[in-house]
């Protein structure tokens, strides 16, 4: 690692001015992805601010009969929280599919959507990557890109999102809230959070600098049969080569949201529309204008084959 100094927030807003202040800051919380990339000195943040204290760590019921879920909730306490395996089990499945049981009790709600790319080009410095080093190229176009995605992509990056977590969040319909270095927060729904690469793929979400994460809040829950499915190349630790999120509503209709396929997680409204059409109806829809390579062809049919056991699973649940 380089060397570095180190604060801890005695507040949001104050994080949010450390890191306006300290050119190259970045906030640290659990860790579980920024010390990784600090050891590769991909990311080589100056100033690391320890969010930590600021005791955004609750889980607490809106007004509007949704939840609010303080920033730095751990994965597994989230995961475990009873107003979430009740009434927003996708959330709970998505997070228990994801990482290992000593990370999740580590990382937390805001880092889980902060999470960088496993694009296998993005880790090896030694290899041209736009995400890491903006108009050096992207080695996965014409590399080993079986992992890699389908849809959302562009001539400068074809890296995925990592996050299962934000796969769940974006087919509830999360909004992310977030405090500026001047004080002032806002609220972001998750739909636009997560940016597609562009000719920017090094600018992953729409935060602006020093600007930190204090919520995530979701609506109220929208009941029906909820079911997360991860396709992966082992039964755990590994990253979702397809995952869907879904609600099966008791009218027959559904909604869907899609990771290991998109930079972000993939939801197309088009495709809940034709949901009582059947999987293949779906999967046309949510899988137009998909762009693929020899290596991750198959991600096409996989992600017909999960649509698929996502319906008979439905079915079984009746």
Request: aromatic residues 6%; glycine residues 8%.
């Amino acid at each position: 690692m380089r060397p570095f100094t180190y604060e801890r927030a005695a507040s949001p807003a104050a994080a949010a001015r450390a890191a306006a202040a300290h050119q190259g800051a970045r906030f640290i919380a659990g860790g579980t992805n920024l010390l990784d990339l600090m050891k590769l000195q991909i990311e080589t943040p100056a100033h690391l601010i320890d969010v930590n204290p600021l005791g955004l760590d609750q889980v607490e019921e809106t007004a509007q009969g949704g939840l609010r879920i303080g920033a730095l909730v751990r994965n597994t306490d989230l995961a475990a929280h009873k107003r979430v395996r009740r009434d927003y089990p996708v959330l709970s499945r998505a997070l228990l599919a994801g990482a290992s049981a000593q990370l999740r009790n580590k990382a937390t709600t805001a880092g889980n959507l902060l999470q960088r790319t496993r694009c296998p080009y993005f880790y090896d410095t030694s290899k041209p990557c736009n995400k890491r080093r903006p108009g050096s190229g992207c080695a996965a176009i014409k590399g080993f890109n079986r992992n890699l995605a389908i849809l959302g992509t562009s001539e400068a990056c074809i890296a995925t999102h990592p996050s299962d977590m934000a796969v769940a969040m974006r087919l509830l319909d999360a909004v992310v809230e977030t405090v500026a270095p001047d004080g002032s927060a806002r609220a972001i729904p998750i739909a636009n959070f997560h940016r597609l690469p562009g000719d920017t793929p090094h600018i992953e979400t729409a935060l602006v600098p020093g600007e930190l994460i204090t919520a995530v809040t979701l609506p109220r829950p929208l009941g029906g049969t909820q079911i997360y499915r991860k396709v992966r190349d082992r039964a755990s630790y590994a990253f979702a080569l397809v995952s869907v999120a879904a609600i099966f509503g008791k009218d027959g209709g559904a909604r869907f949201a899609f990771g290991g396929l998109a930079p972000r997680p993939w939801r197309i409204d088009a495709a809940d529309a034709v949901a009582r059409n059947g999987p293949d109806a779906v999967a046309d829809i949510a899988l137009a204008g998909a762009t693929t390579t020899p290596l991750n062809g198959f991600k096409t049919d996989l992600t017909r084959r999960t649509l698929a056991a996502l319906y008979a699973e439905r079915e079984a649940r009746k």
